[in-house]
């Protein structure tokens, strides 16, 4: 039958056979859309109805959000809460009480006199103007000199300049008894050298005359060599010893 035939039908005829290709059409595609593999299937969207939200208030979820793994990274809780920003006050107050309290040191009272050659630092730095600096030096030359033989020797510390040496000198006084003197007879050439007053040159010619005279009397026989002044002689002689 060709298709010019299709023109010879009656009406009913076309009509039933138009059903036929439509239906034969429709179970083609049936067959194709089954057969065809899961992947290539699109799904349509999914849609979950939520309930309604009360006014006023924000959703909740019963499950935290889940984030791509790729991108996500662990988050502390020391990052996630954000600390709140202190004020002035308060940040001085922290700072101050996180401080050490150093204890107040007490000052003597006007007229009160210090032994020069006894006081240790923790007395020197009850003197007005003494701190801690100043009293480590004291002590620390005294024992350099073997002692204080005048008050007027404070103005020799390092940093102790002319006004704060008047300032100091009142309050001091000194017993010569406590020093420490070199035997010049014995002692060695280098531990002469190391005596504030005494230069290398000094504690050579000392030795050398020693040697020669095998033993030194007095001030008399240094005065013998030119190495020493009579400036030397205030200076030295309260801490030679000739025995």
């Given at each position: 039958?060709?298709?010019?035939?299709?023109?010879?039908?009656?009406?009913?005829?076309?009509?039933?056979?138009?059903?036929?290709?439509?239906?034969?059409?429709?179970?083609?595609?049936?067959?194709?859309?089954?057969?065809?593999?899961?992947?290539?299937?699109?799904?349509?969207?999914?849609?979950?109805?939520?309930?309604?939200?009360?006014?006023?208030?924000?959703?909740?979820?019963?499950?935290?959000p889940?984030?791509?793994?790729?991108?996500?990274?662990?988050?502390?809780?020391?990052?996630?809460?954000?600390?709140?920003?202190?004020?002035?006050?308060?940040?001085?107050?922290?700072?101050?009480?996180?401080?050490?309290?150093?204890?107040?040191i007490?000052?003597?009272?006007?007229?009160?006199?210090?032994?020069?050659?006894?006081?240790?630092?923790?007395?020197?730095?009850?003197?007005?103007?003494?701190?801690s600096?100043?009293?480590?030096?004291i002590?620390?030359?005294?024992?350099?000199?073997?002692?204080?033989?005048?008050?007027?020797?404070?103005?020799?510390?390092y940093?102790?300049?002319?006004?704060?040496?008047?300032?100091?000198?009142?309050?001091?006084?000194?017993?010569?008894?406590?020093?420490?003197?070199?035997?010049?007879?014995s002692?060695?050439?280098?531990?002469?050298?190391r005596?504030?007053?005494?230069?290398?040159?000094?504690?050579?010619?000392?030795?050398?005359?020693?040697?020669?005279?095998?033993?030194?009397?007095?001030w008399?026989?240094?005065?013998?060599?030119?190495?020493?002044?009579?400036q030397?002689k205030?200076?030295?002689?309260?801490?030679?010893?000739?025995?």
């Open positions: 039958m060709s298709w010019r035939d299709f023109f010879y039908f009656s009406k009913g005829e076309r009509t039933a056979l138009i059903l036929l290709l439509s239906l034969i059409t429709i179970a083609g595609v049936i067959v194709l859309w089954t057969n065809s593999p899961k992947s290539e299937r699109i799904a349509p969207p999914l849609t979950v109805s939520q309930p309604p939200v009360p006014e006023g208030s924000t959703p909740e979820s019963d499950s935290p889940t984030s791509n793994p790729s991108t996500s990274f662990p988050v502390s809780s020391s990052q996630a809460r954000q600390p709140q920003r202190e004020s002035t006050s308060e940040r001085i107050q922290r700072l101050t009480s996180s401080q050490p309290a150093y204890p107040r007490e000052k003597f009272e006007s007229g009160t006199i210090i032994e020069l050659n006894t006081a240790d630092t923790t007395i020197l730095k009850k003197v007005p103007g003494i701190g600096a100043f009293a480590n030096r002590v620390r030359y005294r024992d350099l000199l073997g002692g204080y033989y005048t008050v007027q020797q404070l103005a020799e510390v940093g102790i300049d002319e006004e704060r040496y008047v300032a100091l000198e009142p309050w001091f006084t000194v017993d010569d008894s406590f020093i420490h003197k070199l035997p010049v007879n002692i060695p050439q280098d531990s002469l050298s005596h504030p007053y005494i230069s290398y040159r000094q504690a050579r010619a000392i030795v050398q005359l020693r040697t020669q005279k095998k033993q030194l009397a007095g008399d026989n240094i005065t013998l060599l030119d190495e020493f002044t009579e030397d205030s200076r030295i002689l309260p801490y030679l010893s000739f025995e």
